[in-house]
């Protein structure tokens, strides 16, 4: 039943959105074409395969299926895509990095503790956890990291854009408002003048 597939599920709603982000947040379009094909095919199939599973042509054995091919995807070509990122001097994607490594070991050595390949011991019955919480510790710093790039883009806008105000309503040469500068320094100066309270104008033709 459609309970017993929450768990694949899940995981296939976090590739389709997790390959976007990735996308998105390395900018693989502009500096990995090829990785960022990739990783919009993941996403498609991901969400391709969790429709076809909700609308019941899918079983459970066959949905576990896709998602363990379609799961290690993801990491694979962000690994690649945020070296690349890192050696261009790109810190957020230094946290990408870690965090996707980190998962990667914890989620192989969990492999192969279920396979048998691996003896049960406190590090391999943790490690898989322990990368856990590395990787969300290093996606929440690379967000942070994105949020003060963001931050710094919309105060640099603001900037130029007051810049370009000041040049369209004031004297490149004196700095005094030009004629539009003149109208919204008097539309502004006006309703404030009053009988013991006047308003002269100073005009000078440079």
């Not at 990785?35 to 576990?64: C, E, K, N, P």
Request: aromatic residues 6%; hydrophobic residues 55%; positive net charge.
């Amino acid at each position: 039943g459609l309970v017993a597939k929450i768990s694949p599920l899940s995981v296939l709603v976090a590739l389709a959105a997790g390959g976007h982000f990735v996308a998105l947040a390395l900018n693989t379009r502009q500096h990995s074409p090829r990785i960022h094909r990739g990783l919009v095919l993941v996403s498609s199939l991901s969400l391709a395969v969790f429709v076809i599973s909700l609308l019941g042509l899918l079983d459970y054995r066959g949905t576990q299926v896709a998602t363990t091919l379609l799961g290690p995807l993801v990491p694979l070509l962000s690994i690649p895509a945020a070296y690349r990122r890192v050696r261009s001097g790109d810190p957020a994607a230094l946290y990408m990095l870690i965090g996707w490594s980190t998962y990667m070991v914890g989620a192989s050595v969990m492999a192969g503790l279920l396979r048998g390949w691996l003896p049960a011991n406190l590090l391999t019955l943790n490690l898989f956890q322990w990368s856990s919480v590395v990787e969300m510790l290093a996606w929440l710093r690379m967000l942070s990291l994105h949020i003060e790039v963001v931050r710094r883009k919309a105060e640099r806008s603001e900037l130029e854009k007051q810049a370009l105000v000041s040049l369209a309503h004031t004297d490149a040469l004196t700095g005094l408002p030009n004629r539009r500068g003149l109208s919204l320094a008097l539309d502004a100066a006006l309703p404030l003048c009053r009988v013991d309270s006047v308003l002269a104008v100073f005009m000078l033709d440079l």
